[in-house]
């Protein structure tokens, strides 16, 4: 049973990597902002690891030791070269932050932003530093250029996180962005206004192409894995979506999808 159970996720994944990161090619660099760890067989970073092969570069951005912890030891024993962790909060400026965690890492927040009212948090929590995207590729020598696709997932933080990216959103030519948003409560909305609506006029008057779909909505995740798999945490509740947005020769693939 754990042979055929490894092998469908084995399998599961190569179809995910494909659908979730369409335009993302080998030789190229992927950057995924907030990484979770609770399971780890899916997580966006090995997706981006396998699609960029040995000749790319994926850099993971995420303020919780512990799924960097998880993260090291899984890129260890899996001899995996081409993965680089950095320990980091993101925003639109360089500030500091309570990092508030969650009972699950995936409920992980900092408290500069409206706080999601449907997680539980441990009740621990550190000042972490927040730091500009644009800043951390400077620092960390990532050429823009060379980069295919942007996963941003940090729990609120996404459209801060986009304005401190703007000076390389700008200078890119070929590039893809992944944004959750659309989240029920506070924690989804800007100025009164719902977060993924402020994200796309943003992304748009930067020359980006974007559409919204919530989960249930998507090709991928939103008809074949419900039927495949009863995710009943995406489909028995409201569920939040993600802006697809891209540039210059890029397109936005009807099938693209999300998890």
């Known amino acids: 049973m754990r042979k055929i159970k490894d ?17 993302l090619k080998r030789g190229e660099t992927g950057i995924q902002i907030g990484f979770d760890m609770t399971s780890p067989i899916t997580s966006d970073l090995f997706e981006m690891s396998r699609k960029v092969g040995k000749g790319g570069s994926v850099f993971g951005i995420d303020p919780d030791p512990w799924n960097h912890t998880v993260a090291n030891d899984i890129i260890s024993n899996r001899g995996i070269s081409n993965l680089n962790l950095l320990i980091a909060g993101t925003y639109s400026k360089k500030t500091k932050a309570n990092f508030l965690f969650g009972e699950r890492a995936s409920w992980n927040q900092t408290d500069n932003i409206p706080i999601d009212e449907t997680v539980k948090f441990s009740g621990e929590e550190v000042e972490v530093q927040l730091e500009t995207l644009d800043d951390l590729l400077d ?16 729990n609120g933080a996404e459209y801060h996180t986009l304005l401190g990216f703007e000076r390389s959103l700008l200078k890119a030519d070929d590039i893809a962005l992944t944004i959750v948003a659309g989240r029920y409560d506070a924690s989804g909305t800007i100025d009164g206004k719902p977060d993924y609506v402020v994200i796309q006029e943003y992304l748009n008057s930067l020359g980006f192409r974007t559409t919204f779909k919530r989960i249930h909505q998507l090709f991928w995740w939103g008809f074949c894995v419900r039927l495949l798999i009863n995710r009943t945490w995406i489909y028995n509740k409201k569920n939040y979506g993600i802006v697809f947005a891209a540039k210059g020769n890029i397109k936005i693939p009807f099938y693209q999808s999300f998890s």
């Open 7 to 23: 092998l469908f996720f084995h399998v599961f994944s190569i179809i995910d990597q494909y659908l979730k990161f369409p335009s």
């Open 139 to 154: 620092q960390n020598g990532i050429d823009i250029k060379q980069v295919g696709h942007v996963n941003i997932t940090n």
